[in-house]
């Protein structure tokens, strides 16, 4: 089992970011897969979550409006576009995929948000 998550970096203020989360090992379309952050001192933060099929979301009070989660079942694939960003944003980002008691965890990919 593989969550390999890329495309994180440094970006300015009110900038955008995707980030993307490929998977192996696993059924992935039969799996919730969530992205999770964490900043240095601080607790791991639920960001987002999308079903198995892709047709619910939801999101965190602090991203919602401007992030947004996808997924193609095809590629194996879950994204996460991140736009509007701000310093507070800055994290390593996680994904995470999701299915009764099965739990898998990306390594993460850093994201900074900084002038």
């Known amino acids: 089992v593989q969550l390999v998550e890329s495309g994180g970096g440094l970006v300015q203020p009110g900038g955008s970011l995707r980030l993307s989360c490929a998977a192996s090992g696993f059924a992935f379309s039969t799996y919730v897969m969530r992205w999770y952050r964490q900043a240095p001192g601080k607790e791991r933060e639920w960001v987002a979550t999308?079903?198995?099929?892709?047709?619910?979301?939801s999101y965190g009070d602090s991203v919602r409006g401007r992030f947004t989660i996808s997924r193609d079942n095809a590629k194996n694939t879950v994204y996460l576009q991140m736009n509007s960003l701000k310093p507070e944003d800055t994290a390593v980002y996680y994904c995470?995929?999701?299915?009764?008691?099965?739990?898998?965890w990306g390594q993460g990919t850093q994201v900074t948000v900084s002038s």
């Open positions: 995470s995929a999701w299915l009764r008691q099965n739990t898998y």
């Open positions: 999308i079903t198995s099929g892709g047709g619910s979301t």
